[in-house]
């Protein structure tokens, strides 16, 4: 069974910067597309960034050249980041992972972000 772990949400003061991690189970092979959505009280889900088995990245015009995305070379290739610096309280939203495989989306428990003013 396919797993997503996501970690590094939390509180942080408009200006800040936050991490977020997730992890795939080991038992996806390869390289494969991952992304981090999000959705705000109210509204859509949203992508925010993504990621291309060949390392090509995508991003919504809202958070470019704020948010960067990255696979961890050091440890599982199915793990990603998303390193978020000048937030703003628009940003504030529980973020969720995808990962896509085999022909399937799998999706995170989401973890909430909050940008205070």
């Known amino acids: 069974q396919v797993q997503l772990v996501e970690s590094g949400g939390g509180l942080v003061q408009a200006g800040g910067s936050l991490r977020l991690t997730c992890a795939a189970s080991r038992n996806v092979v390869g390289i494969n597309p991952m992304a981090w959505y999000r959705q705000g009280l109210d509204k859509e889900r949203e992508l925010v960034a993504n990621i291309a088995n060949n390392g090509y990245t995508n991003y919504a015009d809202s958070v470019k050249g704020r948010f960067s995305i990255s696979r961890d070379n050091a440890r599982n290739m199915n793990t990603v980041h998303l390193q978020m610096n000048s937030l703003r309280p628009e940003d504030t939203a529980v973020y969720y992972c995808?990962?896509?495989?085999?022909?399937?989306?799998?999706w995170g428990q989401g973890t909430q972000v909050t940008v205070s003013s």
């Open positions: 995808r990962l896509y495989y085999r022909g399937r989306n799998y």
